[in-house]
């Protein structure tokens, strides 16, 4: 029934679902910007950033409306894609799935934590253990709207802790994030980790900047 009223649409480009299209539209099968199964390079911090997507226009256009609309909806795509990326290309144990938190003010403001969404739905599909680990601080500038790398380091520096006791030794995590940009979020919270006693992080977004 709720198909009728609401008839499933392509979340990158917004079109309709034809009958036989699942999740996204064959278009966008084509031509969205699909990394390959090498573009897993690490970034600071972490041992691998591992990515479905590359950051492009209509990317960046369904990570927007993913933040600021229907986000329930977006999170079960978009987990399954990172799901798919992590069965795909990394053959590391993993304990834990954690994510880049927002702060608890814009949470309660927005009414969830995309990237929170996003680890439940890796979790649900992978088996692996989903919790909290991360608080955030303090309040940051956009990092996709920060202009240099330097810039967006100092930016996320000291923003991030793990919770008070966690003690996460020797444990293997995988951390979660809606997108990478410079990859200054994501060092920043896996060195947090590390703090914590985390033996490996390995970073896991959507989409990453080339
Ligand atoms: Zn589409």
């Known amino acids: 029934m709720l198909g009728l009223i609401y008839p499933p649409k392509c979340p990158f480009c917004g079109r309709i679902l034809e009958r036989g299209e699942e ?11 699909w990394t390959g199964p090498d573009d897993g390079k690490a970034v600071d911090g972490c041992d691998a950033c591992l990515s479905p997507l590359w950051y492009g226009d209509a990317v960046r256009e369904a ?16 987990g399954r894609l990172m799901a ?3 069965q795909d290309r990394w ?4 304990d834990l799935i954690a994510w880049v938190p927002l702060r608890p003010e814009r949470r309660k403001k927005r009414g969830y934590d995309q990237a929170e969404l996003l680890a439940r739905r890796v ?3 992978t088996g692996i253990p989903v919790g909290r680990a991360l608080e955030k ?3 940051t500038a956009t990092q996709s709207q920060t202009g240099e790398d330097e810039a967006r380091k100092s930016n996320v520096r ?28 994501l060092a920043e919270c896996a060195s ?17 900047a080339r």
């Open 158 to 185: 000291g923003a991030y802790r793990a919770l008070s006791g966690l003690d996460l030794t020797g444990k293997r995590v995988v951390l979660i994030d809606d997108v990478a940009t410079s990859g200054a979020t």
């Open 84 to 86: 798919q990326c992590l």
């Open 91 to 94: 053959t590391g144990r993993a």
């Open 23 to 33: 999740g996204w539209c064959a278009s966008c099968q084509e031509e969205l910007p």
């Open 137 to 139: 601080t303090r309040a």
């Open 192 to 208: 947090a980790l590390r703090q914590a006693g985390a033996e490996s992080v390995v970073g896991l977004t959507l989409a990453r």
């Open 63 to 78: 990570v927007h409306r993913y933040k600021f609309e229907g986000g329930r909806i977006h999170a079960k795509l978009f």
């Open 123 to 125: 979790g649900e599909l």
